[in-house]
T-cell receptor, first 113, second 112 residues
């Protein structure tokens, strides 16, 4: 079975540019999560969705970050404008049902110059 | 503030030994507990999950949960060099609606 699919795997862009990260959850999963991982702060939850509806976005660092889930098989995380401190690995994860284990995608390594 | 604490390590064990990884959490009402393995440059991979007090075994891995002490551990028997990775403890806090809080991870090094 296909796992969580993220694109792109790597993104290098200049400060001020818009960045869009994409995620396809495991088919049938009803929860989708966006995380950011850095050496300093570890793995942080940014936002998560249940049945395409955002449930908790308290981890979104600021208004430059936005996330959408237009349907059950696709989500985007957008950063506009990007800044060097946004450089990190961004993971998408999905899970099924309340309390179900989360399965992670391979991540997007983002570098903002 | 809901917290998950892990010793950052590195925890160094010889090949064939038992590796014991520990995690404490702050919310007594937490119900679900997960262990993930993360190799350098890779994504977290689910190893075990446990919901009830006691032990849960899966191959060389055993998860142990003690809710009264707010303590969860992962034992790896017959450790192999391929087990060398960072192990992340994650807790689903009560009222968290599927939200996981991750510990900072323990780096395990298994030497031949």
């Amino acid at each position: 079975d296909a796992g969580v699919i993220q694109s792109p795997r790597h993104e290098v862009t200049e400060m001020g540019q818009e960045v869009t990260l994409r995620c396809k959850p495991i088919s049938g999963h009803d929860y989708l999560f966006w995380y950011r991982q850095t050496m300093m702060r570890g793995l942080e939850l940014l936002i998560y969705f249940n049945n395409n509806v955002p449930i908790d976005d308290s981890g979104m660092p600021e208004d430059r970050f936005s996330a959408k889930m237009p349907n059950a098989s696709f989500s985007t995380l957008k950063i506009q404008p990007s800044e060097p401190r946004d450089s990190a690995v961004y993971f998408c994860a999905s899970s099924l049902g309340t309390g179900g284990p989360q399965h992670f995608g391979d991540g997007t390594r983002l570098s903002i110059l | 503030q809901k917290e998950v604490e892990q010793n950052s390590g590195p925890l160094s064990v010889p090949e064939g030994a038992i590796a014991s990884l520990n995690c404490t959490y702050s919310d007594r009402g937490s119900q679900s507990f997960f262990w993930y393995r993360q190799y350098s440059g890779k994504s977290p991979e689910l190893i075990m999950f446990i919901y009830s007090n006691g032990d849960k075994e899966d191959g060389r891995f055993t998860a142990q949960l003690n809710k009264a002490s707010q303590y969860v551990s992962l034992l790896i028997r017959d450790s192999q060099p391929s087990d060398s990775a960072t192990y992340l403890c994650a807790v689903m806090f009560s009222g968290g609606y599927n939200k996981l809080i991750f510990g900072a991870g323990t780096r395990l090094a298994v030497h031949p």
